[in-house]
Structures are given as C-alpha cells and as structure tokens.
C-alpha cells in the first residue's frame, strides 16, 4: 500500500488538501499520514535545563491536543464522502518542516505528498512563496499542491507540460498510472516557440512510445508559453496540472498583470510537481 504525507497546521486550507488526499488514497490504495510540525521558542539560555524541559513537554501536549480535536473531524469529513475505509494517521514532529517532512520520506516510505497552498492566486504561493516552493525544491517525492480555492473535483483530464525531454519520459509514465487509477485522460501541451528545436520526428516518436487511449498531445505554436498554458487549461477543461520541476524565473512570467484575469481560473487547479 502506498503512503501520502499530508502537511497540516490545523487550518482550512490544511483541512482542504486534506480532502483531495483522501480522495487520492481512495483512488490509488494509499493510506495518509498527517503531519504537524512546530519549532521551540527561543528562550534565554540561562534558563535551567529542568525548566526547558518543562516548556517543550508543555508545547508537545497542546500541539497532541490539538490533533486529538481535529481527529474526530477529519473522520467525520471522510465518512461524509464515503470514505471511511481510509486509514490515516499522525505524527507530531518539532523542529523544520522540510527537514520532517524528508524525514518522514525515509523512515515512514512516503510516496507522495499532498499539502494546501495559501496567497491571493494559490499558485503564486505555490511558485514564489516560502514553505511550498521549499518543500518542492527540497523532497524527492511527487508534490500535488492544492490552492485554498480549489474544490476537489473528480479528475477526469489531467494535463502535462513537456518539452519532450528524454528526463519528461518518466515523469509522464507515473502521471499515466495515476490517469489509469482515476479513470482519467492526461493530454500533454507543449508550446512550440520560434526558437523551438524539437524536430516533428521528435513528437511522433513519443507518440508511438505512449501509444495509448489515455494520452493525447498538443503542440501549439506560440511564444507566449505561460498564457497558452493557462489557456490550454481553461479550454481543454484540465482538472489537475502536472508538470517536471523547472526553474523558478518561469513561473514568475506566470503572473503579470496581463495574465491576473485568465489566472483566476487556472490558478483554482492542484498542481502535481514531479522531479527529473
């Protein structure tokens, strides 16, 4: 069975990833396991080991109490969607979050991720914000990122950027064994610029290679490439976006002014973020 880290602060936007993991779970036979972590404040160290002693104990029952209010609701959100034959279970960690989170990944076998996202567009937080651009940067793990508006919806088209790298081949055969739990499409967008050098030898080939029902590929001639991705997802109804790590400086082309109406919508799609 495989195990999905779920991150949580105990917030709503928490508690929506929340959903989408279990959805996932039902989906791919995993099992959760939620994760909170806290740091220890900083205390004059003349303070007497006892009484540090005292202050840590102090925290790890507020933060154990904590999570044993926020069971009973979590059970109840998964009996409410029929979901109850999940399991899930949890872990109370101080110290870094991304430190954890890698901790966990190797002594719990962690197999994906699955942590909310917060910020006026959700994938601004997502790109260019602290906790979930490091945790992206940092894990070994695929990361699906769930913005704070984004309702879980049954994933019937999944999308995928490539730009037919020979590294882009694994990441889209674990992105078809998802499609094949989820009973969904995955169709791949690459935007064909003016200084493309990908030869059409090149897309036939991963054609025949992916020769399957379950995948379709778009090239699109454009040198636009941040607003043909985002009208790609509007027009071809893309309800989760996966894509290969790229550098950060592309993102941030992802959100001028220019593109904030388009956004809107697009940035409401969880975002699964696979590693070359």
């Known amino acids: 069975m495989k195990k999905i880290l779920v991150p949580t602060d105990f917030s709503e936007v928490a508690e929506n990833a929340f959903v989408h993991a279990l959805e996932l779970a039902s989906k791919v036979d995993a099992e ?64 870094d979050l991304v430190y954890n989170m890698n901790e966990c990944i190797k002594n719990e076998g962690v197999d994906w991720i699955v942590m909310g996202t917060s910020g006026a567009t959700g994938w601004k937080e997502l790109f260019l914000g602290t906790n979930t651009s490091d945790v992206i940067a940092s894990v070994s793990v695929p990361v699906l990122c769930v913005p704070a508006k984004a309702d879980y919806v049954s994933i019937k088209n999944i999308g995928f950027t490539t730009r037919f790298r020979e590294k882009d081949k694994a990441a889209l055969a674990q992105v078809i064994e998802i499609a094949r739990k989820t009973h969904s499409k995955v169709k791949c967008l690459y935007v064909k610029t003016n200084n493309s050098d990908v030869l059409d030898e090149k897309v036939t080939e991963w054609r025949n290679f992916f020769e399957t029902d379950l995948v379709q590929f778009f090239v699109v001639p454009d040198n636009d490439v941040s607003t043909t991705i985002v009208d790609f997802i509007t027009n071809q109804e893309i309800d989760v976006l996966a894509m290969v790590t790229y550098k950060r400086n592309f993102f941030v082309s992802l959100f001028e002014s220019s593109l904030a109406e388009k956004m809107s919508y697009a940035s409401t799609i969880p975002v699964l973020v696979l590693h070359e």
Not at 39 to 68: G, R, T
Not at 73 to 87: F, P, S, T
Request: no cysteine; net charge negative; charged share 20%.
């Open 32 to 95: 959760l396991l939620l994760l909170h972590t806290y740091e220890l404040p900083i205390v004059d160290n003349q303070f007497a080991p006892q009484n540090y002693q005292a202050i840590f104990d102090s925290l790890e029952l507020v933060k154990f109490e904590k999570f044993k209010e926020i069971v009973p609701k979590l059970h109840e959100i998964a009996e409410g969607r029929k979901l109850g034959h999940v399991n899930f279970s949890h872990i109370i960690m101080v110290g």
